[in-house]
């Protein structure tokens, strides 16, 4: 069995490539994983989790730490510009019944909690090096690294993220992400009082939310329209933010707007998607996460669906005869929840950049969570 494995590479050292070196190594691989940076830093603010992402975490044995460090509730509520609900979306206890439907954390935290996994696991983490050349014969893969070394493998996994060099050397003529006219803010504050699970506003073009990742804690964030991809002096973070919030009628955020200051961890990133189309492998080598399926945050399923690829590579690697057979076995388990995701996300961009029905972008929201729920 797996698929006639015996070592694999892991390139990029983010959630779905630390998910992939965890369970295949665990499935009786000997992996290496490779991390540019030395520091193996995480950076951002909060994450938002689906019950199927809880689901995963649950099979690795950390949804207990995840439990200590993050937050778990169970719906979303969507609110118009003021305070007032306007939906309620059901978030299914998909991880058991005694696991909320959703919850969120912090991205350090939560990449805290797979690192050391990983690092507790057989898995060789090698940080601080990428590689130069990926050269592929009858019998395996020869890798060359950045610090003179090479090594041979017979699977090679690229998750290094939206401008996967995996995807670059393996796929030349790939698309390239794209930017669709939207940009997100995130901040970190106290929970407001009456924020008790994920809450959305929807303005008339912008979209904010708050979902809770300590019991104290929320993460912000907002989406604007950019028409173009420009860049934004960090000196105005907490100035633009502001402005922003105060575009809304609701009273809890504008108290948040008022409150904001430069110590709220206020990050901004514009919105880029891809979405690459099929095969995912070429010979021994294959991609996952954002290197094939980047979305933006409108479903809050990047990094659930790239989580979730790990876990079915290598279940499919485990149960698998043929490596090639495998692969595909993969793709195929994947493409229709991925391509779901990405297109559904940049829908609901696209509702909102052009004043769509408010509806329609809550009957996407509804689907798509409902379908995110299914089985993997």
Wanted: with cysteine; charged share 20%.
């Amino acid at each position: 069995m797996n698929s006639g494995i015996k070592k694999a590479l892991v390139i990029g050292g983010g959630f779905s490539g630390m998910t992939a070196a965890l369970q295949l190594s665990r499935n009786g691989l000997a992996v290496d994983l490779v991390e540019i940076d030395a520091g193996w830093r995480s950076y951002g603010a909060g994450i938002s989790l689906h019950g199927s992402t809880l689901r995963v975490l649950n099979q690795l044995g950390l949804l207990d730490r995840f439990l200590e460090e993050g937050f778990a509730t169970d719906g979303v509520h969507m609110r118009g510009p003021d305070d007032a609900v306007v939906a309620r979306i059901p978030t299914p206890r998909v991880a058991g019944p005694e696991i909320p439907g959703g919850g969120a954390i912090m991205r350090p935290a939560l990449a805290r909690i797979l690192s050391e996994a990983v690092r507790a696991s057989s898995t060789n983490v090698r940080l601080g090096i990428t590689f130069t050349d990926i050269a592929e014969d009858a019998e395996g893969v020869t890798v060359t690294f950045t610090d003179g070394t090479s090594d041979r493998y017979d699977l090679v996994v690229g998750a290094d993220g939206l401008y996967s060099a995996t995807r670059q050397t393996v796929f030349p003529d790939a698309p390239r992400p794209r930017f669709i006219g939207q940009a997100v803010w995130r901040a970190v504050l106290p929970c407001p009082e009456g924020i008790e699970t994920v809450t959305m506003w929807m303005g008339p073009k912008l979209k904010a939310g708050m979902n809770r990742v300590t019991k104290d804690t929320v993460y912000l964030f907002l989406t604007e329209d950019r028409p173009e991809n420009t860049h934004v002096p960090p000196e105005s973070f907490t100035a633009t933010l502001r402005a922003l919030l105060e575009q809304f009628a609701s009273p809890i955020l504008r108290k948040v707007a008022a409150e904001l200051s430069d110590g709220h961890q206020i990050i901004y990133r514009p919105l880029e998607q891809l979405l690459l189309p099929r095969p995912w492998h070429k010979g021994r080598t294959v991609l996952i996460g954002d290197a094939v399926h980047a979305t933006t945050p409108h479903l809050a399923a990047g990094a659930c669906i790239g989580i979730e690829d790990a876990m079915v590579l290598a279940e499919e690697i485990a149960q698998g005869e043929d490596l090639s057979a495998s692969l595909t076995a993969f793709e195929d388990r994947r493409w229709e929840r991925c391509r779901m995701v990405v297109e559904n996300s940049g829908r609901l961009a696209d509702i909102e950049v052009n004043g769509g029905s408010r509806e329609e972008h809550a009957a996407i929201m509804q689907v798509s969570m409902k379908t995110l729920t299914e089985a993997i």
